[in-house]
């Protein structure tokens, strides 16, 4: 009998969604910037504590409103790391900035912090780190950093609903921060975004571009006594029914968060004989950073393991990926960016990193079987002449 396919992710739907979105529908009210988006704006303000939070139709609309917002210019640089995905550069690549990348860190492939300062130059405006897997770079170094150079920083946070650093959550410490409700991410809406603003002066400019470049929430606040067109903008807003599945997720997201947390914990104890072994490199989690379980990867011997690994859960009907092609070697990353260094650790990693199945309905049989399937894999090879340094800081 044909074992069931277990899916590499799965959005969790079991809180209020539909119900909200029957609200909506009843009410009418399907344009943006109705009463369901405000609800999930004050949670995000509460939870995460921004000045201002601003639902957007995708997280790549809220890096684009924190370009214009930054007054990016053609020839502006913003420094970045090569191992994300495409929207980190190209939101300020469309307003003429250039992508500086720089390397990863080898134990929480985030941005490598040590090397940012070499890579400002006189034309650096800011710098944009990535949480990957939802565990948060070193923000203090980088923000230390930003503030000596008057740089300003804007959080990815795509991957970091949940996620704290020193107990305070991702997406509240740099100038602005974008976060993902896209339906591979943790807390889901299909497509969609928020802008989160931690410094009060962006606020108000914020509203205007997310208006189309109106002063329309003046007008509804009887502060003018009609709205027009006053600076650049774009329909930035996710529809009332997005907010309404957003809102249903945003209510279960502790719920969701535990869940994929035992099932990365699973995985985490599973595989430690693996990497002692020196067969694999299990994620690093560093003390002051607790994850929200976006995503659990192996980084295997090198990439003929990888796509045998992946071959070998295809068969055994498990789906498991790799990762981003680092931005660098693109075509549009060698067109628009530049490299001024050796990206030696993102070269290294992105070819050899592996993805396992995770999501809130994947039961801890079903991770046992990924487990099985993975253990069996690496029971058949040949043992590895070079053990993989495990370059832990953290456990």
Same mark, same amino acid.
């Given at each position: ?15 209020? *969604?539909?119900?909200? !979105? ?76 250039? #992508? ?28 944009? #780190? ?6 948060? =770079? ?15 920083? @804007? ?39 928020? %802008? ?9 400019? &914020?509203?205007?571009?997310? *208006? ?14 009609? /709205? ?16 309404? =599945? %957003? ?19 699973? /995985? ?5 004989? %693996?990497?002692?072994?020196?067969? @694999? ?7 002051? =950073?607790?994850?929200?379980?976006? %995503? ?14 992946? &071959? ?13 092609? #680092? !931005? ?31 999501? #809130? ?35």
């Amino acid at each position: 009998m044909q074992p069931s396919k277990i899916s590499f992710s799965q959005p969790f739907i079991a809180g209020r *969604e539909l119900s909200y !979105l029957q609200q909506a529908l009843n009410a009418g009210a399907l344009s943006g910037n109705g009463p369901l988006t405000e609800k999930c704006q004050q949670w995000l303000k509460q939870q995460i504590g921004c000045h201002q939070a601003l639902l957007t139709h995708s997280c790549t609309a809220a890096l684009e409103m924190a370009a214009i917002l930054l007054d990016i210019q053609p020839g502006d640089e913003i420094l970045m790391p090569s191992y994300t995905f495409v929207s980190t550069a190209n939101a300020f690549v469309l307003r003429g900035g250039i #992508p500086v990348f720089v390397d990863i860190r080898p134990d929480t492939l985030n941005l490598d912090e040590t090397q940012l300062q070499q890579a400002i130059t006189p034309r650096t405006k800011a710098i944009v #780190p990535v949480h990957y897997a939802g565990v948060a =770079c070193e923000m203090e170094a980088i923000l230390e950093i930003a503030t000596h150079h008057r740089l300003s920083v @804007v959080e990815d946070a795509a991957q970091g609903v949940m996620s704290t650093y020193h107990g305070q959550p991702v997406g509240s410490f740099g100038h602005l921060a974008a976060l993902s409700f896209h339906s591979t991410k943790n807390v889901v809406s299909g497509e969609g975004g928020a %802008l989160l603003i931690n410094h009060p002066q962006f606020i108000d400019r &914020a509203r205007i571009i997310w *208006e189309k470049g109106t002063n329309r929430f003046q007008f509804y606040e009887g502060r003018v006594d009609k /709205y027009t067109w006053v600076d650049v903008g774009s329909s930035f807003l996710p529809s009332e029914l997005t907010a309404a =599945c %957003l809102l249903g997720q945003l209510e279960i997201a502790e719920r969701i968060t535990d869940a994929r947390l035992q099932i990365w914990h699973r /995985y985490q104890a599973a595989f430690s004989d %693996l990497e002692a072994a020196g067969w @694999v490199r299990r994620p690093t989690i560093p003390a002051d =950073c607790q994850h929200n379980a976006h %995503l659990y990867y192996l980084i295997v011997p090198d990439t003929q393991h990888r796509d045998q690994l992946i &071959a070998a859960l295809e068969q055994a009907y498990i789906k498991a990926v790799f990762h981003y092609v #680092p !931005l660098h070697s693109s075509p549009a990353g060698q067109k628009y960016g530049r490299a001024p260094f050796p990206m030696e650790v993102t070269d290294n990693l992105a070819d050899r990193l592996l993805r396992l199945p995770l999501h #809130p309905s994947l039961t801890l049989a079903d991770a046992d079987r990924v487990i099985s399937t993975v253990m069996q894999y690496f029971e058949h090879q040949t043992f590895p002449t070079h053990r993989i340094a495990n370059n832990r800081t953290a456990s």
